[in-house]
C-alpha cells in the first residue's frame, strides 16, 4: 500500500500561481508513473498531467502551456506548478502513483480561484 500525501492547495486569485506537492511513501517512486488529476463540483475527476519515471510528461490541452508537473525521485516526490490561473480550474485536485496493475491516490486538496 502506498500513501500519497498531498499540499499546497488553497485560495488564489486569477492569473496567480499556486504549487501542489505530494510526497509518496514507497521505495520504488521511480518506478511509478505520477499523476494529478481534479474534480470540480458536478463534474466527473479528470486527468491534469502525468510524469513518468524518466520525466516524460503528459498534460490535458486546457492546462497547457500554464501548469507544469514535475518530480524530485530522490524525495519522492511530485509537484504541479500552476500558474496562470484561472476560476475554472477551481477543483479538488488529487495526486495518483500507477504501477503495472496498482494505482493509488491521495485524499485530494482543494484549490479554489478567485477575487
Known amino acids: 500500500q502506498v500513501q500519497l500525501v498531498e499540499s499546497g492547495g488553497g485560495l488564489v486569485q486569477p492569473g496567480g500561481s499556486l504549487r501542489l506537492s505530494c510526497t509518496a511513501s514507497?521505495?520504488?517512486?521511480?518506478?511509478?508513473?505520477m499523476g494529478w488529476y481534479r474534480q470540480a463540483p458536478g463534474k466527473q475527476r479528470e486527468l491534469v498531467a502525468t510524469i513518468t519515471g524518466g520525466s516524460s510528461t503528459n498534460y490535458a490541452d486546457s492546462v497547457k502551456g500554464r501548469f507544469t508537473i514535475s518530480r524530485d525521485n530522490a524525495k519522492n516526490t511530485v509537484y504541479l506548478q500552476m500558474n496562470s490561473v484561472k476560476p475554472e480550474d477551481t477543483a479538488v485536485y488529487y495526486c495518483n502513483a500507477a504501477w503495472a496493475t496498482v494505482a493509488y491516490w491521495g485524499q485530494g486538496t482543494q484549490v479554489t480561484v478567485s477575487s
Open positions: 514507497t521505495s520504488i517512486f521511480r518506478l511509478y508513473v
